[in-house]
């Protein structure tokens, strides 16, 4: 694993390390049985906006999970909004107006061959209705540099179809275990900057 080199990479290294501590898994002896799949997609939401919410300022704010605009039918795993911001009532639904970013945020995502052209959709159909808000595609640990006869790079496929309207940011190389650097301040930039 890379030695850190700033707060960045401190952090990363911490996110990864919190959620690999905390994330939950079926023994395979259970097979077809109830997996953890949402408890682990809630605790990654979690940890990344625990960690994100140190880098905003005071005008902006990290909510979610399971957070929404208010009248678009889809839920979003985080959304960055004004920091004045207040959900609908009895909801976390958001006005649009209120709502600079979503930020969609997996795990490991084992995608099927079309989940690229799937998410690229819904960001501009989302977009396409909502202008102001940007899209951004954020995986804790995923394939970067894959070393199988068939190689599959689901970073260089999530990048090749959505960027660059829509950015695309790992933490970690799920293969060799190693930290992708600069990976988080880059996401953390892109957002505060955009």
Excluded at 81 to 92: E, K, M
Excluded at 133 to 147: H, S
Aim: aromatic share 12%.
């Amino acid at each position: 694993m890379e030695t850190p080199s700033d707060d960045f990479d401190v952090e990363q290294a911490e996110i990864i390390k919190i959620i690999e501590g905390k994330e939950r898994r079926t023994p395979e002896s259970s097979a077809g049985k109830f997996v953890w799949n949402k408890f682990n997609g809630d605790l990654v939401c979690r940890v990344v906006k625990e960690f994100l919410r140190k880098h905003l300022s005071k005008q902006v704010r990290v909510v979610g999970p399971n957070a929404y605009i208010d009248g678009y039918p889809a839920e979003f795993d985080l959304l960055l909004v004004t920091g004045s911001a207040i959900p609908a009532a009895f909801t976390n639904a958001y006005r649009d107006g209120d709502v600079r970013f979503v930020i969609e945020v997996k795990r490991h995502s084992y995608m099927a061959p079309e989940f690229p052209e799937r998410l690229l959709s819904q960001f501009n159909t989302l977009r396409k209705q909502y202008p102001n808000v940007d899209c951004t595609y954020l995986t804790i640990r995923e394939t970067w540099n894959p070393k199988k006869t068939d190689p599959i790079s689901y970073v260089g496929n999530l990048r090749r179809v959505l960027e660059p309207q829509y950015r695309v940011f790992c933490l970690a190389e799920s293969r060799t275990q190693e930290i992708v650097s600069g990976q988080w301040r880059e996401f953390v930039n892109h957002l505060v900057s955009g």
